[in-house]
Each structure stands twice: as structure tokens, then as C-alpha cells.
């Protein structure tokens, strides 16, 4: 659905590039967590996307068709990345507005809807200038959902939320997604959040995709072993959750949030001895440090 290819980017004046060869594809339905340090070159990558910058070299193609083409290419998308309302006119002449501009006011239907998934409805003849932080993340969110997008951009949705905010959110966007096919990519520092709600994620780093990685990628307990296990064959065979490497193998492998893992434990336990227990954290754990 969306291929990048060798995509670059050099601020004008910079010395250096604030992206370098990222290339990636997205699939139809995927929700795509964009994760990284501070300065990683996230926002100037969805920037890149949702047309905002032109990158300095490499493509990236929707459908087929080169994003930069032709204008119009951006019709099927739903941006968040700067506000883009205006705070002196009503919510709904907001979206209204919105709508009309990009040529969809048959989306108008979608207006009550959308605003009472953001729980913005009661607020609707209400103007932006005088809304809480999380209120005008709501208000950006609508106008990002109101057309009706096959493919989100949304970066840091979560910023300045409180915690019961950020999980209604994940929750709006997930079933939103999950409703309608959606495919997203949402950059934030909130991993917990991203985690309920990612299928994929890209790492970034220094301006390069350093990784990318599955994310239903669960926390592996290890346990180590006082020596091989005998007969690895039947092991496997009697849990076959875990992860029994070969004959020489002196340590096991097992989902920490596999139910048999008590069972593997004690069964080690009493044919091979057990030196030690260690819980391998998740990917986006590790690559945060909490590993
Ligand atoms: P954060 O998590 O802090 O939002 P990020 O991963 O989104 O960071 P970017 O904002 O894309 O990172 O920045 C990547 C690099 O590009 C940084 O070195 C930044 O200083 C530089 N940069 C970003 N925008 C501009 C700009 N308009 N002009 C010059 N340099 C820029």
C-alpha cells in the first residue's frame, strides 16, 4: 500500500541529514508504531508522507503511484501532525470547513459521529481557543477522522494527555481501525499505549530505520540450566510452548505469560537442575531501557 524506497532529507542549511536511506513498506490494516529518541527524524518522516516537506532524495509510492507526482494523492489521508484548525470558529464549522476545502462535504454525515467518538459533541458549538490541551488533541483528532481516511498519519497523539485521556484514545483509534480497515502509522513516546494498539514497528535512530519489528513479540522468560537436557525431543514434545534449543542446549526459552511455564520449571527442576531465571524483555522494552 505505501512503499518507501531510500528516502533522504536535508533540512536547507543542515550539515547533516535529518533522514538517511529509510526504506519500509506498510501493508493494508497494519498500525505502524513509530518509535525513537528525541531527534530521530520521526515527525520530519511523517512530515515526508503527509507532503509537508519534499524529501532530497528516494520515493514513496501509494497505490502504486508516486506520492509526489500529482496533487490529490493525499485524498485518502488522515493527518494529525500540526493543529490545523482554527481556534475562532466553531468545532463543527471547523470540520465543516475542513470538508469543504478538500472537496468532501459529502463526508458532512460524518461530522456528529466522529465527534461523539472524541467526546467533543456536547462541546460542538464551542470555539478551539478556549479548550484544555487534551480537548484541542480531540479537535485535531476529529478533523484527521472526518473524511473518512484509509491511511492515518498521526504523530505524538498522546502528548500532553492525562493517563485516563491517552487510554480513551487508543481506544478511539483502535476501534476506528479496526472498524473500517484503517492503516495507520503513530509515532509517540507512550510505548505502553503503543503496544495495546501497534501490530508493527519502526525504530528510528539518528535519522536511519535502525530496526523494524513485529510487535507481538511477548516477554521470554529464560531459564538456564545446571546441564543439558537428556532427551531435548521429548521435552518439546510434553511442552511444546517452549523453546528447548538442542541436545547441548543448557537453557530453555518460554513466554513469560505462557501458562505451562510453572510446569517447565518444575520438570527442569527436577531432571536438569536449574542455575538461573532471567526475563528477556520485549524489543520496544529493551530498545527504552527498561530491559
Ligand atoms: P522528537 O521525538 O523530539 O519529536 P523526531 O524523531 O520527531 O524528534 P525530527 O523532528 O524529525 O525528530 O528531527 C530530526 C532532525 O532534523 C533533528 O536533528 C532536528 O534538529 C532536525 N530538524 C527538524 N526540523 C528541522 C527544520 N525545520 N530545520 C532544520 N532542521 C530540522
Known amino acids: 500500500m505505501l512503499e518507501v524506497a531510500h528516502l533522504g532529507k536535508r533540512y536547507p542549511g543542515a550539515d547533516r541529514m535529518a533522514l538517511h536511506d ?39 509510492r501509494y497505490n502504486l503511484q508516486d506520492l509526489f507526482a500529482r496533487p490529490g494523492m493525499l485524498d485518502d489521508f488522515g493527518i494529525m501532525i500540526v493543529p490545523v484548525f482554527y481556534p475562532h470558529l466553531s468545532v463543527v464549522r471547523n470540520l465543516e470547513f475542513y470538508l469543504d476545502v478538500h472537496g468532501k462535504s459529502a463526508c458532512r454525515r460524518n461530522i456528529r459521529p466522529v465527534l461523539e467518538l472524541v467526546e467533543l459533541w456536547d462541546s460542538r458549538d464551542r470555539k478551539p481557543a478556549g479548550f484544555s490541551f487534551g480537548m484541542k488533541q480531540r479537535m485535531a483528532l476529529a478533523i484527521a477522522l472526518v473524511a473518512d481516511p484509509k491511511f492515518m498519519l498521526l504523530d505524538e497523539p498522546f502528548v500532553g494527555l492525562d493517563p485516563d485521556g491517552i487510554l480513551e484514545l487508543v481506544d478511539v483509534l483502535a476501534r476506528w481501525a479496526r472498524e473500517r480497515g484503517v492503516t495507520m502509522i503513530v509515532s509517540s513516546h507512550q510505548l505502553k499505549e503503543l503496544e ?17 519489528f513485529d510487535g507481538k513479540q511477548p516477554e521470554v522468560t529464560v531459564i538456564e540450566l545446571r546441564r543439558s537436557v537428556d532427551d531435548p525431543g521429548s521435552l518439546r514434545v510434553r511442552f511444546p510452548d517452549a523453546l528447548v534449543p538442542d541436545a547441548q542446549g543448557v537453557h530453555v526459552e518460554i513466554a513469560s505469560n505462557s501458562p505451562m511455564i510453572g510446569d517447565v520449571m518444575a520438570w527442569l527442576a527436577e531432571h536438569c537442575g536449574i542455575a538461573c531465571v532471567t526475563v528477556k524483555p520485549s524489543r520496544l522494552d529493551a530498545y527504552f531501557g527498561k530491559g
Request: hydrophobic share 40%.
Open 196 to 212: 495495546s494498539l501497534c501490530d508493527r514497528y519502526l525504530y528510528m535512530e539518528n535519522g536511519t530505520l535502525a530496526d523494524q
Open 22 to 60: 529509510v526504506s519500509f513498506a506498510v501493508e493494508q490494516g497494519q498500525i505502524v508504531g513509530l518509535i525513537g529518541k528525541n531527534g530521530a527524524g520521526k515527525t520530519t518522516l511523517l512530515k515526508i508522507l503527509a507532503k509537508a516537506q519534499h524529501p532530497t532524495r528516494g520515493t514513496v
